[in-house]
C-alpha cells in the first residue's frame, strides 16, 4: 500500500496538457476530458499534410503497438490554418477528436511533436503555440570526431522532437576535413582519411550524395542544415593536404591534437581565394537552405589586417551564390554585409563588436559557452567534455536569457539560440547524447517559449519524464542529479 502510494506520487499517471517541452506559449486544460490514443485511431489530413500525417502515425504506431490508419474519417485531424504564424498550431483535444491546425506543415509538425510527448493519454483542452525564434539550433562538430550520415540522421530524430529547427554542422577544423569537394579530392582523401579526429578518433567523410541524404532527412522533418566551413583559422587539415596553399608552399605535419589558433589561410595569397569560392560554390550548390557559416573564430595567427582583408573578399561569397553569411562573431570586428549574422559565442558579459553589429541591423545567433555549450562538463565528475567556459549543469544552461546576455544586443537583434557540441573529447554516438540530453531540451525550451512561462521547478518536473521514453529508446542521456527523475 505504501509503496503504490510513492510511486503513484511521483509517477502521476496522466500528464497534464502543459507537460510538454518546450512549454507551450499558452495552455487551457479541460480537465474533465481526455483522449486516448489506442490502436486504430484514424488520422485524417489536408493533402498538403500527407508527409506530416505519415510521420504522426509511425510514430504512434511506436506508442501503441498497432498500426494507424491515414484516411477520412479519423479522430485526429491535422489541418491547416493561414492566420497562424509559420511555425505556430494550436490543439484543440476533446473526449471524441483531436484537432491540430498548423499555420504551415512545419507547424503542423511541431504540433505533432507536441501530441507525441503527451501520447497515449491525451488531456483535454487546448494549446495554442508558435515559437519565440525562428532560428532554434544545435551544432555537431564531426570535424574533431567524425558522425556518418546515418549517425547524424539519427540525431536529428532526437532533436525535432525539442521543436529544433537548425542542425549547424562543423565539417571543417584542423583535424580534418569532411565534405568533399570536386575538384580538391586530397582535402578528403587525406584529411578525412585514418586517423585524422582527435588522437586519431573517428576518421571519415561526407561524399556530397551523403550530405545531400542528410540535407533531404533533415527537410523532411523541417530542419534546415548551417553548413560551416571553418576559415581562415582552423584549416591545418587544408595546408596539410595542400602545401601549394600555406605561406611558403612547404607542407605541414598532420595535427590531432585539439589545441586552436595556430593555422590560418593566407590572406595575400590569390590561390586561397579560388580554393575558397570553390568550397563555397560547392557547398551553397548543395545546400537548399538559406545560411552558410564561414567560421571566422580564434584566428589566433592571423594578423588583424589579414583578418579584414580575408574576409573582405570571403564574406560576400556567400552572397554570390545566394546564401547569407553566419560567422562566430570575431567576423563583426569587419564591415558585415547586411544579410549577415553573427554568432555570440564567448563567456564575456559585453562584446562591442556585436552590440555594434546589432545596432547596425546585423541579426544574431546566442549561442554562449557558459549557458548553451553542450561540450561543457556539466560536473567535475563529468567523464567527457571539457571545462575552459566552466561547469554547465542543466539549470545553469536553463536559467538565463538570451535577450538579457548582451548589453546591445536586445531582443529584436535575436535571430535566435544555438547549443554547439564540439567533439574533441567525444568517442561515440552515446557520448554524443549523454551531453546532448537533458540540455538540450533545456535550451530548446529558452528559444522556442515565452519567457513568461518559463519556470525551473516546472521545466525539472518535466523533464523528468523523459527518462523512461530515452531508456526505451537506448538514448543515453547525464541522470543530473537536479533532476526528479522517477
Ligand atoms: C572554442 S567556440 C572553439 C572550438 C572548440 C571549442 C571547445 C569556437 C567558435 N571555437 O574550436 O572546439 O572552443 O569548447
Redesign the pocket.
Known amino acids: 500500500m505504501e509503496k503504490q502510494f510513492r510511486v503513484l506520487r511521483v509517477r502521476p499517471l496522466t500528464k497534464r496538457l502543459g507537460d510538454v517541452i518546450p512549454h507551450p506559449a499558452s495552455v487551457r486544460p479541460a480537465p474533465a476530458a481526455s483522449f486516448t490514443i489506442t490502436e486504430g485511431t484514424g488520422v485524417t489530413a489536408v493533402p498538403e499534410a500527407a508527409g506530416v500525417a505519415a510521420h504522426l502515425a509511425a510514430e504512434l504506431a511506436r506508442v501503441t503497438g498497432g498500426t494507424i490508419p491515414i484516411g477520412p474519417g479519423g479522430a485526429i485531424r491535422l489541418e491547416l490554418d493561414p492566420s497562424l504564424p509559420a511555425e505556430g498550431y494550436t490543439c484543440e483535444i476533446t473526449d471524441d477528436a483531436v484537432t491540430l491546425r498548423g499555420g504551415t506543415p512545419q507547424g503542423l509538425f511541431w504540433g505533432v511533436q507536441t501530441l507525441l510527448q503527451l501520447a497515449p493519454v491525451l488531456p483535454g483542452g487546448v494549446i495554442e503555440d508558435a515559437p519565440r525564434y525562428e532560428y532554434r539550433g544545435a551544432m555537431l562538430?564531426i570535424a574533431?570526431h567524425f558522425f556518418t550520415a546515418d549517425e547524424i540522421k539519427a540525431h536529428i530524430d532526437l532533436l525535432v522532437q525539442f521543436k529544433i529547427n537548425h542542425l549547424h554542422l562543423h565539417l571543417t577544423?584542423d583535424q580534418g576535413w569532411r565534405l568533399e569537394i570536386p575538384g580538391w579530392p586530397k582535402l578528403t582523401e587525406i584529411s578525412g582519411g585514418a586517423g585524422t579526429g582527435v588522437d586519431g578518433a573517428g576518421p571519415g567523410f561526407l561524399t556530397l550524395a551523403e550530405y545531400t541524404g542528410i540535407v533531404d532527412y533533415a527537410a523532411a522533418r523541417f530542419v534546415t542544415i548551417v553548413p560551416e566551413i571553418d576559415m581562415p583559422g582552423?584549416v591545418n587539415a587544408v595546408h596539410h593536404a595542400y602545401p601549394e596553399l600555406t605561406a611558403d608552399g612547404q607542407p605541414v605535419p598532420q595535427r590531432t591534437d585539439?589545441e586552436?589558433g595556430y593555422s590560418s589561410l593566407v590572406a595575400g595569397k590569390e590561390e586561397t581565394y579560388a580554393f575558397v569560392e570553390d568550397v563555397i560554390r560547392t557547398v551553397a550548390d548543395v545546400t537548399p537552405g538559406p545560411y552558410l557559416h564561414i567560421g571566422g573564430?580564434?584566428c589566433l595567427s592571423t594578423p588583424a589586417e589579414d583578418y579584414r582583408a580575408f574576409l573582405g573578399r570571403v564574406l560576400p561569397l556567400p552572397g554570390k551564390y545566394g546564401k547569407r553569411a553566419i560567422g562566430?562573431h570575431e567576423i563583426a570586428a569587419v564591415e558585415l554585409p547586411e544579410t549577415a549574422v553573427v554568432q555570440f559565442?564567448r563567456i564575456e558579459a559585453t562584446d562591442d563588436d556585436t552590440a555594434r553589429a546589432a545596432a547596425d541591423g546585423r541579426r544574431v545567433i546566442m549561442a554562449p559557452?557558459d549557458r548553451t555549450?553542450l561540450?561543457?562538463k556539466y560536473d567535475a565528475d563529468t567523464r567527457i567534455g571539457?571545462d575552459?567556459?566552466g561547469h554547465v549543469d542543466v539549470r545553469r544552461s536553463y536559467e538565463w536569457d538570451p535577450a538579457d546576455r548582451l548589453p546591445g544586443v536586445p531582443e529584436s537583434a535575436l535571430l535566435g539560440v544555438e547549443a554547439?557540441l564540439?567533439s574533441?573529447t567525444l568517442r561515440s554516438v552515446a557520448d554524443v547524447q549523454y551531453l546532448t540530453f537533458p540540455r538540450l531540451p533545456a535550451i530548446a525550451e529558452v528559444a522556442w517559449s515565452p519567457r513568461s512561462v518559463r519556470d525551473w521547478d516546472s521545466f525539472r518536473t518535466r523533464l523528468a519524464a523523459f527518462a523512461p521514453r530515452w531508456a526505451a529508446a537506448g538514448v543515453s542521456y547525464h541522470p543530473s542529479a537536479e533532476i526528479p527523475w522517477p
Open positions: 562538430d574533431r577544423d582552423h585539439a586552436v573564430d580564434e562566430w559565442w559557452a555549450y561540450d561543457m571539457l575552459w567556459a554547439p564540439w574533441e
